[in-house]
C-alpha cells in the first residue's frame, strides 16, 4: 500500500523536526488517482493507479484564430486538414508544421472530412451544407449535396465509394466517384454522428437521439448491435481485432451535441473561395502566448466572429460520457464510464483505445487487453474540450475546441513535466514539517518538489515565492514561511526515453495554537436564569439573572412566588470552546467592586456552570472573571487563555427593613401607609394580610416596585369593631424578605 511506510518515516522525522506542540500534527497526503486529478497536470500523465509519470510530447503546432476545430483527416503525404467553426474555414498543415488557408465555405461548420482513393481533400459541411471535392493544388468544387440539414461524417469503402451522414432526418447516402449519389439508409433517428468500416466490409453508425449503433451491409441492410443509455453515438473506431469501441455521450433529456456545436444565424451570405495563405510557425508561437490560461476561460460554442479568446458556456449539459467495448461476437461492455465529463474523440492503437474529453481538454489511454483494461491520463491540452483524434503513424494528433488548436503528441515522453497540487486550507495559521514522498526515479531521470504559502485563497502576489528544491524521499523540511495556505509542486525530468514515476506525496504541518474562545458568561441571581449569548448577537436577557455576552446587560430575578422567602443561589453559566479542537478547563474569580484583586472561586472546573452559595459572600456589589485554557492539551508555556468579565451583580443577605409612618382611624375605616427600604438591592415585590388572613399583593403608591425604598398605602373600610393587625411583607431582588405590621384599634369592640 501506498500509505504505511512513508506515513511511519514522517512520524519519526516529525518528532526529530518538531518537538512536542499543542495541537495534533496532521499528514496532508496525495496519492490516490483522485486525489492528484485535482492539481494541474503540465507534460505529466495520470494512472488510474494514482502514479504520475511523464506525459508524451505534446505541442500545438497550429493555432487559428477560430474557435472550434471540428474534424481532422489526414492524407499520404502525412499532410493533415483541419475543419473549422464558425466561419467554414479548412486549414492544411504540412508535415514540418507550415501552416495555410486551404478552402473556405459558405456554410459556417466544417464537421466532417475524408480523404478519398484519389487523394483529393472531400469536406462536409452544415448547415444546409453539400459535400467539396478539394484537389491537391487547392482547387474546389461541389462534390454532391445531399439536401440534408447537416453532414455529420464521410466515410469511404474499399470500392471508393463515399457515405455521407447527415441530420437532421438521420439519413445515410452513398455516393459514387462521379458525385452521383442515392439515399443508402434512413435510421429514422434524427443524426446519425459518426461512420467507420468494419472488418467484414460493413458500415458502422452512432446515432442521436436513442444512442444506437448500426451494423450496415452494403446492400444497405440494417442492424442495431447496441443501444446506449446515453442518447449520442459521437465517434466510433474499430481496431485489427475487429472490436467496435464507441463513444457515448449526454445527460438525461439532453439531445447530445448537435445543438451546441452549431454556430448561430448569420446575417448575410458569404462566398465561397480558394485562398492559400502560409502562415509561420512564430505567428502561431504568438497566437498561442496571448491565448488566457484554460482555468480562465468559460467553455461555449455561439461564436460568429474569430477570436484568439471566445468565451462561451460548458459544451454538454449533464457531463456524462461512456466508452462502449462491442465484442466480434457482438457482446458488449462498457469499459469507461463519467458523471462529469463528455467523451468526443476516439482512435485505436495497438491495444490501447485513446479517447477525448471536455475535461481540461484530456485525452485518455486505456489498455483495452482483457487482462489489463488500464487506465492513463495520456495528456491535458488544458482546453476545454479535445474534439477529435487522428492516427499519424505512431504519432497522435488531437483537435481543440475553446480555441481552436492542433497538437501533435509524439510517442515518446517530454524532457519535463510538472505537477501542482490544489492548494491546501489548513484553517488556521500553519508551521510546516517535512515533506516525503515515494516513487521511482531511474538513471537518466530526477524528481524535485518546491512549495509556496500564503494567507489568501488563491496564490496570487502576495504569496511566497517558490521554495526547494526537495529531493530527499523520506522528508525535506518546508521552508515555506508559516501560513494558513499551502502548494506544492513537482517536477519530472529525463535525459532518455523512461520517466520517474511518483506515487504518494505526504506534507506534514502543524496549526498555530489559538486561544479559546467564551462566546457568553451569564449570572443568575434567582431561581431563573437568562438565556445564553452568543458572539456577534445581543443578549437574551429575561427577568431572571445577568447575561454577559459580545456586551455587558444587566436584569434582576424574577418575582418569588407568594410567600417563598428563601434564599436562592448564585449560579454562573457559560459557553465557550476551543478553535483547535483542545480540552478546556476554567477558573473562576470575584472581586468586589471596592477591592483591587481578584479572588479565587474554583479552578480546574470542567463543567460549564458553578453555584455560590450567597451566605458565604458579604453583602455588596461583585464581578466575576472566568478564565478558559487549554493547558490540558498543551505542553506548558505553550498554553493560550481567554477570560471574560460578567456584569455586576449584588449579594444581599439583608432583608428590608419594613415600617409603618403614618396611620388613621376614622370610624370603622382606616388608612396605614408602610415604608419598606433595602441597602443593597431594588424592592420586587410587596404583599398584605389582615388579621392573620390571605395574602393579597399590593402596588406601591408610585405605582410601581423597583426601588430600594417604597411606600405602600393600604385603606381598609368597614372594619369590625375591635382591635386589628395589618401585615405588610416586602421582596427584595434577592429573595430577601422584610416584614411590617400595624396595630389598628376600631372603636365599639371589646377585649376578650
Request: glycine share 10%; aromatic share 8%.
Amino acid at each position: 500500500m501506498k500509505l504505511g511506510r512513508s506515513l511511519r518515516i514522517l512520524l519519526v522525522i516529525f518528532a526529530i523536526v518538531f518537538p512536542a506542540r499543542g495541537v495534533e500534527t496532521t499528514f496532508w497526503q496525495v496519492g490516490s488517482f483522485d486525489e492528484f486529478l485535482q492539481g494541474t497536470l503540465t507534460g505529466i500523465s495520470l494512472s488510474k493507479e494514482g502514479d504520475l509519470t511523464l506525459a508524451p510530447e505534446a505541442q500545438a503546432v497550429f493555432s487559428p484564430e477560430e474557435a472550434l476545430a471540428l474534424s481532422l483527416a489526414r492524407d499520404a503525404h502525412g499532410d493533415i486538414y483541419v475543419g473549422t467553426g464558425h466561419q467554414g474555414k479548412v486549414f492544411k498543415v504540412t508535415s514540418n508544421q507550415k501552416s495555410s488557408l486551404l478552402f473556405t465555405a459558405k456554410e459556417p461548420d466544417i464537421f466532417a472530412m475524408a480523404v478519398g482513393p484519389d487523394g483529393n481533400l472531400y469536406v462536409g459541411t452544415s448547415p444546409e451544407g453539400k459535400v467539396y471535392k478539394i484537389s491537391a493544388d487547392g482547387k474546389s468544387s461541389p462534390f454532391y449535396e445531399p439536401k440534408a440539414k447537416y453532414i455529420w461524417a464521410l466515410q469511404f469503402d474499399s470500392e471508393g465509394r463515399l457515405y455521407v451522414a447527415t441530420g437532421d432526418k438521420g439519413q445515410i447516402f452513398r455516393v459514387d466517384a462521379s458525385g452521383k449519389g442515392e439515399l443508402f439508409f434512413d435510421s429514422k433517428q434524427t443524426h446519425i454522428m459518426c461512420m467507420g468500416i468494419d472488418s467484414k466490409g460493413n458500415l458502422l453508425a452512432g446515432s442521436v437521439p436513442n444512442g444506437l449503433i448500426y451494423r450496415i451491409s452494403p446492400q444497405g441492410k440494417g442492424f442495431v448491435l447496441y443501444q446506449s443509455s446515453l442518447p449520442e453515438v459521437h465517434d466510433l473506431a474499430v481496431d485489427s481485432q475487429g472490436r467496435i469501441f464507441a463513444a457515448a455521450m449526454g445527460g438525461a433529456g439532453s439531445k447530445g451535441s448537435p445543438e451546441l456545436l452549431l454556430a448561430p444565424p448569420q446575417s448575410g451570405p458569404n462566398t465561397v473561395t480558394t485562398v492559400t495563405v502560409t502562415a509561420s510557425s512564430d505567428l502561431d508561437s504568438a497566437a498561442k502566448e496571448q491565448t488566457p490560461p484554460a482555468e480562465t476561460r468559460p467553455a461555449s460554442f455561439n461564436r460568429s466572429t474569430p477570436s484568439a479568446t471566445p468565451i462561451f458556456p460548458n459544451p454538454i449539459s449533464g457531463g456524462h460520457g461512456a466508452l462502449i467495448e462491442i465484442f466480434p461476437d457482438s457482446t458488449a461492455e462498457t469499459i469507461w464510464s463519467s458523471n462529469s465529463e463528455s467523451i468526443f474523440g476516439l482512435a485505436v492503437r495497438n491495444d490501447h483505445v485513446l479517447f477525448t474529453t471536455d475535461g481540461n481538454g484530456r485525452i485518455f489511454d486505456l489498455d483495452a487487453k482483457p487482462d489489463s483494461e488500464k487506465l492513463t491520463i495520456l495528456t491535458e491540452t488544458h482546453e476545454s474540450l479535445a474534439t477529435r483524434l487522428l492516427r499519424g503513424g505512431s504519432d497522435l494528433y488531437a483537435a481543440t475546441g475553446n480555441v481552436a488548436q492542433l497538437f501533435h503528441i509524439e510517442s515518446s515522453p517530454t524532457a519535463e513535466g510538472t505537477y501542482e497540487s490544489v492548494v491546501k486550507d489548513t484553517k488556521f495559521i500553519s508551521h510546516w514539517g517535512v515533506l516525503a514522498w515515494r516513487g521511482e526515479v531511474p538513471s537518466g531521470c530526477s524528481l524535485q518538489f518546491f512549495t509556496r504559502s500564503g494567507n489568501s485563497e488563491r496564490p496570487d502576489n502576495t504569496w511566497s515565492d517558490w521554495a526547494g528544491p526537495y529531493t530527499n524521499p523520506n522528508g525535506d523540511t518546508v521552508t515555506s514561511p508559516p501560513a494558513r495556505y499551502l502548494q506544492w509542486k513537482a517536477v519530472l525530468h529525463t535525459t532518455g526515453i523512461e520517466s520517474p514515476t511518483l506515487d504518494e506525496v505526504t506534507v506534514a504541518y502543524l496549526n498555530q495554537n489559538l486561544p479559546p474562545q467564551i462566546h457568553s458568561l451569564n449570572v443568575s441571581t434567582s431561581s431563573e436564569r437568562t438565556g445564553m449569548s452568543g458572539l456577534g448577537g445581543s443578549p437574551n436577557l429575561s427577568m431572571g439573572g445577568i447575561s454577559v455576552g459580545s456586551s455587558t446587560s444587566l436584569s434582576f430575578g424574577a418575582s418569588p412566588q407568594s410567600g417563598n422567602s428563601g434564599k436562592s443561589p448564585i449560579t454562573l453559566t457559560w459557553q465557550a470552546d476551543d478553535p483547535n479542537g483542545d480540552q478546556l478547563v476554567y477558573y473562576l474569580y470575584i472581586k468586589a467592586t471596592d477591592e483591587q484583586d481578584w479572588h479565587l472561586l474554583k479552578g480546574k472546573i470542567h463543567q460549564t456552570t458553578y453555584t455560590i452559595d450567597p451566605t458565604t459572600v458579604a453583602d455588596g456589589k461583585y464581578v466575576a472573571k472566568l478564565v478558559a485554557s487549554d493547558e490540558e492539551s498543551n505542553p506548558p508555556n505553550m498554553e493560550r487563555k481567554s477570560e471574560l468579565l460578567s456584569a455586576p451583580f449584588w449579594v444581599d443577605n439583608v432583608p428590608p427593613d419594613v415600617e409603618v409612618i403614618k396611620q388613621t382611624v376614622t370610624g370603622s375605616s382606616a388608612e396605614v401607609q408602610f415604608s419598606a427600604q433595602d441597602g443593597t438591592s431594588p424592592l420586587r415585590s410587596a404583599e398584605t394580610s389582615l388579621d392573620g388572613k390571605d395574602w393579597h399583593d399590593i402596588i406601591s403608591d408610585d405605582g410601581i416596585v423597583d426601588s430600594r425604598k417604597e411606600t405602600f398605602t393600604v385603606k381598609l373600610p368597614s372594619l369590625a369593631p375591635g382591635e386589628h393587625v395589618l401585615v405588610l411583607r416586602a421582596a427584595d431582588t434577592s429573595g430577601n424578605v422584610g416584614v411590617g405590621k400595624a396595630v389598628i384599634r376600631v372603636a365599639g369592640g371589646t377585649n376578650p
